[in-house]
């Protein structure tokens, strides 16, 4: 009997990671389907002068470690 409910067990927990795992990956996939909806909106935002998208670059050498 005892091998029986861990069997069992080990049954619900395999469920439970599977359920899981999948509610994972819907929710990537989603988000991936959502990336050339997002790349279009702003490019049209950009090419529109909504937003501004500017690249500094810091010439200070930080030497910052950690010890």
């Known amino acids: ?17 599977s359920f899981i795992l999948s509610l994972v990956g819907v929710l990537f996939v989603g ?19 909504k937003v501004k998208i500017s690249i500094v670059h810091d010439d200070d050498k930080d030497d910052r470690r950690l010890s």
């Open 31 to 49: 988000a991936l389907r959502l990336i050339p909806i997002v790349l279009v909106v702003l490019a049209v935002a950009v090419l529109l002068g």
């Open 1 to 17: 009997m005892t091998c029986l409910y861990m069997f069992v067990v080990l049954f619900i927990a395999a469920a439970i990671i």
